[in-house]
């Protein structure tokens, strides 16, 4: 039985629909197949890219695995899985880059994709800050706490030096729930109000705090729980908002 994506009928190719549609109408197991360009004698491209987020659980954790995870895989070797860190790696530089030109205050999104990329792959609970200048431009982002699966815990004063030691005008402070959803907890509440207050001592300003987890994010700016005076109300909207020092 042949299974290349070539006997499709040419509509159906991912690649043609891509170029005719765009790749926002590509679903993750169709991009994945692009990537993959070839399938195994048993599936097409697109079943194995299907079966790989299938056994992973969601598409960021087949670029977080492992050599010998994917070589379980009839048609991932060595050539392919080089080809998934370079793709991974450029998707992180290229979050990096537009972050460092500051951000273009109708494209927040790119805070999210950038957290995302940064905590996703994350088996324990971490706390983490991105540090922003006067213009919106990264200064650093650094992963400060590490937890449990469930629960991290977090020193605001230790959290405010790092911010102060990098001279940041404006941040961003996330975490990641591993294993569930981005349901923020009392406590999630309780502790951005602290910081809140504490920023707003030291004359920095709090823009969102960001919840990640594998399949959604949550932002407390979104839901009208931190209100920050440098993005208009207009920006911030369901739409855009849906570790070491680098």
């Not at 809140?196 to 987890?213: F, G, R, S, V, Y």
């Amino acid at each position: 039985m042949n299974h290349s994506i070539k006997q499709w009928p040419e509509q159906e190719r991912p690649r043609e629909r891509l170029l005719l549609q765009g790749a926002h109408s590509l679903s993750d197991a169709e991009l994945l197949a692009i990537f993959l360009r070839s399938g195994s004698k048993q599936h097409s491209a697109v079943e194995l890219a299907r079966l790989l987020i299938q056994h992973f659980g969601h598409l960021n954790a087949v670029f977080d695995s492992s050599l010998d995870d994917l070589k379980q895989f009839h048609g991932i070797g060595e050539s392919k899985y080089s080809q998934l860190m370079a793709v991974k790696e450029l998707g992180r530089r290229y979050l990096k880059h537009q972050l460092n030109q500051g951000l273009d205050l109708s494209r927040s999104d790119l805070i999210r994709d950038y957290l995302r990329y940064e905590l996703i792959g994350e088996s324990q609970e971490v706390f983490a800050v991105l540090c922003l200048d006067s213009q919106l431009r990264k200064l650093s982002f650094k992963k400060l706490f590490y937890g449990s699966i469930n629960y991290c815990n977090i020193s605001i004063n230790q959290l405010l030096r790092y911010v102060i030691q990098k001279h940041a005008t404006f941040i961003v402070i996330a975490h990641n729930h591993p294993k569930g959803f981005a349901k923020p907890s009392r406590e999630d509440y309780d502790l951005t109000q602290e910081i809140l207050k504490a920023c707003q001592l030291l004359e920095i300003e709090l823009l969102d705090h960001m919840i990640i987890a594998a399949e959604q994010s949550y932002s407390f700016a979104e839901h009208g729980l931190i209100k920050p005076k440098t993005f208009p109300t207009n920006v911030i909207d369901k739409h855009l908002w849906s570790g070491e020092d680098h």
